[in-house]
């Protein structure tokens, strides 16, 4: 098969098929005779292989295919096996033979094999081993193979002599059968016994042919290897640093390429005119050009450069001088940093869209309050008046005339006493609101109404820090105090234990009103507190600042801010908690509100979640000033905003 | 004639066409003579009506144009004729069956009735009248556009809600009022007597029991009891005492005025309270003598049963509930609108669900009113703070028709007569929109 491929080859042909066939077959110092006679002693002992009872010596055999497998061991690890097993000339020639046609025999072998598979599985052990046994070994199964009643010799002479064809008829006593050989394979065998080639078409000579070209260099088996035409003439800068050998080695950076103006005959429009020359003159230092572009007709009218000292000496600096440090660039996707956040979508409802205004107040609102019901809110405005609307229709239900700048309202929590507390300049007034029935009427003037005479005492003995006087034209009761008043709040207290919060400059103190004790410092790290919320649950606060960050901390945490935001580009003016959705929100002078969603867990290894999740526009700015004031309405996920363009606005889910 | 119009429109370009036949319910006047036509696909609403004048023309020659609507499949066609069927996939190939019915449009606009202050309740279910509520604590009725005949004086707060109690005999008229004072006051006039000047009338009977300020107010069909939404969360039942047991009524007033000339009121006392709902109840209505409907601010809207006194069912929908009112088909469909511009139908005999089946978001602000028409199944009109009051027809997600007379919020909407529809608002003024064929 193989050989008759050769055959057709020619000599001196570089086919890559043939080289690709004769890969494994190298150059040795063998005579090419040994090659010829290895080859038939291969093809042999196939043949051998398949036909064990016609080899005289069994054990013979069975060396022969040990020193095979030997020989191909040699094979795959190369030149030294080889040498290893040339000491012994026969079994050199035999390893040969493995090497020069390697695939082909082994193939032929193999398939032979498989077609008819040995029924006795013993393997290759002595059979004198079985000679006194009844079986001759152990088929596939397992079982025993009997062995066969043997004619005696008698009739085996007998049938010899009767049978004309017994002759061809050989003993396989491995298999404990007769096995008759064919007319082809009779010729195949002589053949091997007159020392030719087993098979008829093989041409020792094309083989012979072919060797001695490998020999002598003709055939080549590796490709020729392609040498780069171009090359770096002084090497790769970047590569360099792995020349060296030094890890910290970093190469000084190039100095830029000349352009065409460095030229000594640029063309024209290079060429700057006197008034560009002059008014480079004007310019800094640091922006002139450093190199001005001329012409010169003939390379020998260049004069000496007058910077090479200097610009030598300025890139020696730059080498020496500059510290060179490899930056470590980390490639981080920056999605992946970002915090994983539910989406708004699923932390609905929020306030998103103004659907109502409040118009009325001529001037700026300073502050808002909502009634606990979510039925009524109050504003003070710097207009001076105080304004009662009902949310639901916008309408101003009453106004209150003070005349000063309303600093703060603050409506009574206790929904049985709609009460309005209003701190303006000096003065605190409770007032009246005149909502509900008779019965709630009768109890607020009940509550308002003070004793003057107690009230004058006070005034007049200035005992305490405030007076309390009953104030007949807002039919409420004016609390006199020495300092402006700028937050009435009726309890900006903890939602559930007595503790009292009071917000300084810099930091937030905690009281214990009880114990009447500090007993919590938070510490805001901001440079001044303009307001301040506590969630509902009590544990945590958010501080807004007048540098626009909002801070919450959580009081169980740390007396550090949990989260410091960031949103707003000028002043925080308010802060603000729901009371029972998980809102909150902050406004600012730049004309807007944020709403974040602040998740508080009961459990108390998990942190709370802020989640960012509307910014409110619409108001104006004016008089520098945005939003002033923020409050949510008590029972939806709304929100108010008061403007200093004297609106407000109610921002609905 | 269908041949005609066919050549007439040949000279076109060529273009596809599609076989209709124009049907309708409409009496004979109206009627077009039932033969398919070929017509062109590209036809606008205005080019079938065109189409559908110019036929009548043809049977009679004093024929006035007039608008038409056209229901394909029981929708109103509001898209050029080929986009339509495209939208519907409904084939083109046979004949196409086209019901027509006169286009619903607001023809005629009175003269706005002024009002002291802002107008925040009507109801036009008299035909003989219309009963408004004011800011300014009165409620007035009106004969027509501008004919105040009497001012219902009484109430210490803004009134929220006025309701017909009884108008069946010709001579008195029984009416409820609602207000933010936290009572209920009902009110009987003689609706005959005529006088340049407005009568004053004083309440005849007032319900206290609310803790907070009244906001709606519904009748029973029969008259005999009203219900009452409130800011305290709760629904209050009240007997109106006004059929049953008028003979005593009569009888005490009568000692009364002997006794104190001036206190001739009766009080009334809750006869029972729905409590349920977590916000203020914003809206009540009392379709059937069983079942009480209530929209609240804690987003729901619930199915009371009267005698048990408990809510069946309830709504869900997200948004604080600001109106209410049950009508249309089987005058069981729940319209309602609250704070946000979306106006939603709900089918509670659906079962499994509370998703609305309808919902019409051509408004800007809040809803404020809405109100189903009385005969119609179809038709139903919304007023919202955006100033606009709109005519919807549930067969098409467009509105039929916008009256943008008011300058300022519309607080309040209802139909008068069946072909009017009249409003309050923020700018004082009682609007009256008529010539409006829904039927």
């Known amino acids: 098969m193989g050989a008759s491929k050769k055959e057709s080859v020619e000599v001196n042909k ?29 093809k042999q002992e196939d043949r051998a292989k398949n036909y064990k009872g016609f080899s005289e010596d069994d054990a013979s055999e069975d060396f022969k295919s040990v020193e095979k497998s030997e020989a191909g061991d040699s094979e795959s690890s190369g030149d030294e096996g080889f040498h290893n097993t040339s000491s012994n000339e026969g079994l050199a020639n ?5 090497d020069s046609e390697p695939d082909q025999g082994g193939e032929e072998s193999d398939s032979s094999e498989d077609e008819v598979a040995p029924r006795n599985t013993v393997g290759d052990v002595p059979l004198e081993w079985y000679r006194d046994e009844k079986h001759i070994g152990y088929d596939i199964t397992g079982k025993k193979l009997k062995k066969k009643e043997r004619q005696d010799k008698l009739d085996s002479f007998l049938a010899n002599v009767d049978n004309s064809k017994n002759w061809r008829k050989i003993y396989d006593e491995y298999n404990d059968e007769d096995v008759e050989v064919t007319n082809e394979e009779t010729k195949l065998i002589r053949r091997m016994l007159k020392g030719k080639a087993p098979h008829g078409d093989f041409d020792l000579y094309a083989v012979l042919g072919l060797v001695r070209a490998i020999r002598k260099g003709l055939i080549k088996f590796d490709k020729p290897k392609e040498e780069p035409r171009f090359y770096m003439l002084w090497g790769d800068d970047a590569s360099s640093s792995e020349k060296t050998g030094h890890l910290s080695y970093i190469p000084a950076p190039k100095p830029n390429l000349p352009g065409h103006e460095e030229s000594y005959n640029p063309s024209l429009e290079y060429i700057p005119t006197q008034e560009e020359i002059n008014s480079y003159q004007l310019m800094d230092e640091e922006d002139r050009p450093k190199f001005i572009p001329k012409r010169f007709m003939s390379l020998r009218s260049i004069p000496a450069y007058e910077n090479a000292v200097k ?5 020696c600096l730059d080498l020496y001088l500059c510290p060179r ?12 940093l970002k915090p994983k956040l539910p989406s708004r979508k699923d932390l609905k409802p929020y306030p998103a869209t103004c659907y109502l205004e409040y118009k009325g107040h001529k001037d700026a609102v300073m502050s808002i309050s909502t009634e606990t019901s979510g039925h009524w809110i109050a504003s003070g405005s710097s207009d001076g008046t105080v304004r009662l609307w009902e949310v639901e229709t916008c309408r101003c239900i009453k106004v209150w005339e003070f005349g000063e700048v309303v600093q703060y309202v603050a409506w009574n929590p206790l929904p049985e006493l709609p009460v309005l507390a209003v701190s303006v300049g000096q003065d605190v007034f409770l007032l009246n609101t005149g909502l509900g029935n008779e019965e709630t009427q009768r109890k607020v003037k009940e509550l308002l109404h003070v004793a003057t005479s107690t009230a004058l005492d006070d005034s007049g003995n200035k005992v305490s820090a405030w007076s309390w006087l009953q104030d007949d034209k807002h039919e409420g009761i004016r609390l006199q105090h020495f300092k402006t008043v700028y937050s009435v709040e009726w309890h900006l207290f903890h939602p559930t234990r007595s503790i009292f919060f009071v917000s300084t400059k810099k930091n937030v103190r905690v009281y214990d009103l009880l114990k009447q004790k500090l007993i919590k410092k938070l510490e805001t790290g901001l440079r001044e507190v303009s307001s301040i919320s506590v969630h509902p649950a009590g544990d945590n606060v958010i501080v807004g600042s007048r540098d626009g960050k909002l801070c919450w901390f959580d009081m169980d945490l740390s007396s ?4 410091v935001l960031k949103c707003h580009p000028k002043d925080i003016t308010n802060v603000a908690f729901h009371r029972s959705y998980p809102l909150f929100a ?8 944020y709403v974040f969603h602040g998740m508080v867990y009961s459990d108390l290894n998990q942190n709370p979640l802020i989640v960012p999740l509307e910014i409110l526009r619409g108001h104006a700015i004016s008089n520098g000033r945005g939003v002033l004031d923020c409050k949510f309405h008590p029972r939806q996920p709304w929100l108010f905003t008061a403007g200093a363009d004297s609106l407000i606005k109610l921002y609905c889910h | 004639m269908g041949t005609d119009m066919e050549m007439d429109m040949d000279g076109d370009v060529e273009e596809r066409r599609v076989q209709v036949r124009f049907i309708t319910k409409l009496k004979p006047p109206y009627r077009v003579p039932n033969t398919s036509i070929a017509i062109p696909a590209n036809l606008t609403r205005l080019g079938l009506s065109t189409i559908v004048n110019s036929l009548l023309k043809a049977g009679e020659d004093e024929w006035e144009s007039q608008p038409f609507d056209f229901l394909i499949d029981g929708e109103l066609v509001r898209l050029p004729l080929e986009q339509f069927l495209l939208a519907k996939g409904i084939s083109a190939e046979k004949v196409l069956e086209i019901e027509y019915i006169r286009a619903v449009a607001l023809q005629k606009e009175d003269e706005p009735s002024l009002h002291d202050d802002w107008v925040s309740a009507v109801d036009g279910s008299c035909p003989r009248f219309i009963l408004t509520g004011c800011y300014d604590n009165l409620g007035r009725v009106w004969r027509a556009a501008g004919e105040c005949t009497h001012v219902l004086e009484g ?39 005529h006088s340049d000047q407005p009568s004053k009338i004083r309440a005849f009977k007032i319900l206290r029991g609310h803790n907070a300020s009244v906001q709606s107010v519904a009748v029973e069909a029969s008259g005999s009891m009203i219900c009452s939404g409130s800011w305290d969360c709760t629904i209050n039942l009240w007997r109106t005492n006004v059929s049953d047991t008028e003979g005593d009524l009569v009888s005490i007033k009568k000692r009364k005025v002997k006794n104190k000339a001036e206190e001739s009121q009766l009080e009334g006392e809750a006869l029972s309270t729905l409590v349920g709902h977590t916000q203020c109840v914003s809206s009540v209505c009392w379709p059937e003598p069983k079942t009480i409907y209530s929209a609240s601010w804690d987003h729901s809207v619930r199915r009371w049963d009267v ?22 088909e089987g005058s069981a469909l729940i319209a309602a609108g609250g704070s946000d511009p979306i106006l939603r139908i709900w089918d509670p005999r659906k079962p499994g669900t509370s998703a609305p089946i309808y919902q019409f978001s051509s408004h800007n602000s809040w809803i404020s009113a809405c109100k189903w028409h009385s005969k119609s199944l179809f038709h139903l009109l919304s007023a919202s703070y955006d100033g606009k009051l709109m005519l919807w027809d549930l067969r098409t997600a467009w509105p039929l028709a916008i009256a943008d007379s008011h300058e300022d919020k519309v607080l309040c909407a209802d139909w008068w007569k069946g072909d009017s529809v009249i409003s309050g608002g923020v700018d004082s003024k009682l609007c009256i929109s008529s010539g409006i064929s829904v039927l």
Not at chain 1, 560 to 563: I, L, R, T
């Open chain 1, 325 to 336: 440090v490899h930056k470590k660039r980390i490639n981080i996707d920056p999605e992946s």
């Open chain 2, 155 to 193: 109430h210490s707060g803004a009134i929220t809600s006025v309701s017909v109690v009884n108008s069946e005999g010709t001579d008195s008229v029984t009416v409820a009022t609602a207000s933010k004072d936290e009572t209920l006051r009902l009110w009987k006039f003689d609706n005959e007597e």
């Open chain 1, 311 to 315: 610009d030598s000496f300025e890139r």
């Open chain 1, 14 to 42: 570089k086919e890559e098929e043939e080289n690709k066939n004769r890969k494994k077959t190298q150059p040795t110092k063998k005579e090419k005779l040994s090659t010829e006679e290895s080859l038939l002693h291969k």
């Open chain 1, 94 to 98: 035999e390893s040969q033979s493995e």
């Open chain 1, 586 to 593: 902050s406004c600012s002078d730049d004309c807007t509100a």
């Open chain 1, 560 to 563: 550090k801010p949990y989260k």
């Open chain 2, 307 to 328: 005698e048990m006194g408990k809510d069946l069912s309830s709504i869900f929908c997200g948004k604080p509930l600001s109106c209410l009112h049950v009508g249309g």
